[in-house]
């Protein structure tokens, strides 16, 4: 061991690392009693790794003047621990270590985090621990640390060695400044040695993996209205490949300087050599809950009206809206998702769509839940496109390589992403979310880059109606100028009316006048406990469903379906996506309570909230019936019935030379009960799907 003599304040000089770091390895006993790194380093060489992982806490037990001489001289320290690794290995399979060219210590447990934005000089060639997100990785590459050069003299004689000569390593591309050959034969390091050429051999040079990653700070640390800071990461050997782009990663390396100044100028950039890359768990590792956090938690759970004070802390300056609230909640909570057997996955996230008035605090609680959630991201349909959204491929401005990038999807993986004004997004930036919203992937291919990104994260999602204010005798598709395929992934659908009700108005301006005069409303239950609550429950619980709220969910499925049953012309009442919708909105509801199994009271509000959906959004105006194709196909049954009817009209009036006036097709119009408004919508919607065309004006034929 070190001597104990040795404090911060002396230099630690005169002391072989090397020895000190292979007794802490070799002699290291843990509270079994078992010589915890001799176990490790077999178990490396039986699997044929080349590094183990050393706890930080371990080496502080040992002896602190080891974690002296990693805070001073990180570098060494690691060599000294890469070589004693060897030195162990040498004594229980010497051809293995013959084979590997180097081991490594791979340090855990650092105690100490350093913000990304708080990295400046004094940090240089330090040991730091940072965490982050990882937004952009090159493809793995291979680096030259021993080359290979043939030295030809003038006369033809050719001598090979290595470069650099003694045990350094190349960090950048370094020609030879002499022949070590001829220096050792003709003892002419200045003459004989420097003259002819050099040529490298690759096929014979010693190479290493190699990869670079930029690491940026999560969204939760980066200060209002700051942009966020990264720095590039150089990750070696059995480090390249372990992350991707979208993962939350604590990283423990030494700061260091890119080799070359900007553009010529004294100026360099900061990069870390990587010693240890840990994946956080896509369990939100990043909220930390202390056991004091978790008995606050399941004291809380305890509370019969726990459910009613989550709903109720839901944007609490917020009147009214509570069943909105509560799907919110639910969304926040998220259901469980399922990987069966042949590898299918059944999402768990719940994806909420608000439809709104102006003026109604959609914004207000789109950023309260990406506030209050464990891992949320906001953004508006105008700020967003289909990279941003999703991923990217780029290229370096320096290098010209090509890199992958995490868009908000991506990056809010296992959280959720609050999309403020999704109709005012471009048709081809929505298109790009579709994937990620039901089989939770990202999926890129683009300049030779093939990627498949996690993005399990819900969706909140608010939107104005297309002219306006929201137009009852329109129904849903006419309000909103959202393609069906995207209008169908949601599992609740909220209209948000904002309509003149005196008592109802009194009330909200009575809340609002208190909301300004005290500086907030209080919430039931604190934002940070709130956070810590919701992080607990998608962590720890996963309840399953009981026979009892099978039955029910069972039971009100079969309901709707016999009405379509029954009628050969009733419209579908429900789906198979809302019944897996109902499922996980009961799953969620029994989070709330850390339930581990979904009782009846789950299955039945689950239901509530379903069937009060369906009335309000998948009513059709015209029948008064339940018609889920509303937002399954962008239209109710009795239109699309009218639509063929007026088609069927067109094909069979119109001869080959002659069209279908448009006086003609009002006449028929009238005598099947469809009204002047409806017609011109199906004229025009047929005439947009290239069923029937104009061939003159006020003149239709159907398109052959």
């Known amino acids: 061991m070190l001597s104990n003599s040795i404090s911060p304040e002396n230099e630690v000089a005169g002391i072989d690392y090397l020895t000190a770091y292979q007794d802490f390895i070799q002699n290291y006993v843990d509270e079994h009693g078992e010589r915890k ?43 000294a621990i890469s070589g004693a690794i060897k030195n162990i290995v040498r004594d229980i399979d010497e051809k293995y270590a013959e084979k590997i060219r180097k081991f490594y210590g791979r340090l855990s447990g650092w105690v100490r985090t350093t913000p990304l934005r708080e990295i400046r000089s004094d940090l240089l060639n330090k040991l730091v621990m940072l965490e982050g997100i990882v937004v952009r990785a090159t493809p793995p590459k291979e680096k030259i640390v021993k080359a290979a050069y043939v030295h030809v003299l003038p ?18 591309v370094e020609r030879p400044s002499y022949c070590p050959r001829c220096v050792a034969e003709f003892s002419d390091e200045g003459g004989f040695s420097r003259r002819g050429s050099y040529r490298l051999v690759l096929e014979k040079s010693t190479f290493i993996d190699w990869q670079l990653l930029t ?42 300087l890119f080799k070359g100044g900007r553009k010529g100028l004294s ?41 009613r004070k989550i709903v109720a802390s839901i944007a609490p300056a917020i009147y009214g809206y509570w069943d909105l609230k509560e799907a919110i909640a639910l969304l926040l909570f998220g259901g469980v998702p399922k990987v069966l057997s042949d590898g299918t996955r059944i999402r768990g996230e719940i994806h909420v769509l608000i439809i709104g008035d102006p003026g109604t605090a959609k914004s207000q609680l789109l950023q309260y839940a990406s506030r209050i959630a464990p891992r949320g991201l906001y953004t508006t349909g105008k700020g967003s496109s289909a990279a941003g959204l999703t991923a990217a491929v780029v290229r370096d401005k320096q290098t010209g390589e090509f890199f992958l990038e995490a868009g908000a999807m991506v990056l809010a993986d296992g959280g959720i992403v609050s999309v403020d004004e999704i109709d005012k997004m471009r048709d081809e930036d929505r298109v790009a979310i579709h994937e990620a919203m039901e089989q939770g992937t990202v999926t890129i291919s683009k300049a030779g880059i093939h990627a498949r990104l996690s993005a399990r994260a819900s969706v909140l999602a608010a939107g104005n109606p297309k002219r306006g204010r929201y137009v009852d005798s329109l129904g849903l598709p006419g309000n909103i100028n959202l393609p069906v395929t995207i209008l169908s992934r949601f599992d609740l659908i909220f209209i948000i009316k904002d309509v003149a009700e005196i008592d109802r108005d009194r009330q909200i301006v ?44 069972e039971n009100y499925y079969i309901e709707l379906r016999k009405r379509s049953a029954a009628d050969p012309n009733a419209p579908l009442a429900i789906t198979t996506r809302q019944l ?76 080959r030379d002659e069209c279908v006036k448009y006086a003609e097709l009002e006449r028929f119009a009238q005598a099947v009960g469809i009204d002047h408004g409806t017609l011109e919508r199906i004229v025009g919607n047929l005439k947009r799907s290239g069923d029937i065309y104009e061939k003159r004006p006020g003149c239709y034929m159907v398109a052959e």
């Not at 650099?164 to 390593?169: A, G, I, M, Q, Y």
């Open 267 to 307: 100026v360099y950039d900061f990069y870390v050599d990587a010693n240890n890359v840990i994946p956080a768990q896509r369990l939100l590792e990043e909220v930390n809950i202390s056991p004091e956090d978790e008995v606050k938690i399941r004291e809380l759970a305890r509370d019969p009206m726990i459910r």
């Open 37 to 79: 790194y001799i176990k490790r380093i077999k178990e490396m060489v039986f699997y044929e790794r080349k590094s183990i992982a050393i706890d930080y806490e371990d080496l502080a037990k040992y002896d602190d003047n080891l974690l002296i001489i990693l805070e001073r001289e990180p570098q060494l320290a690691l060599e």
């Open 580 to 655: 897996e919708a109902l499922i996980r909105l009961a799953e969620a509801h029994a989070k709330m309570a850390l339930k581990n199994e979904v009782d009846a009271e789950d299955a039945l509000e689950a239901v509530r909230l379903m069937n009060s959906v369906l009335e309000k959004v998948g009513m059709d105006v015209e029948t008064g019936l339940i018609d889920v194709d509303i937002f399954m196909t962008g239209k109710a049954k009795s239109l699309r019935d009218k639509e063929i009817a007026v088609l069927e009209y067109i094909r069979e009036h119109g001869r």
């Open 510 to 553: 009575r809340h609002v006048l208190d909301v300004h005069s005290t500086e907030g409303a209080r919430a039931e239950i604190p934002p940070e406990i709130m956070r810590k609550y919701i992080a607990y429950a998608r962590k720890y619980v996963k309840p399953r469903l009981s026979d009892e709220a099978s039955k029910i969910i």
């Open 155 to 172: 006369d033809g004689t050719q001598h090979e060695f290595t470069w650099p000569p003694d045990d350094r390593e190349l960090e950048e």
């Open 215 to 256: 690491l940026q700070e999560r969204p939760e640390d980066i200060p209002p209205g700051q942009l966020p800071r990264s720095i590039d990461v150089v990750l070696t050997e059995d480090l390249v490949d372990v992350v991707r782009p979208g993962d939350r990663v604590s990283l423990i390396g030494i700061i260091k």
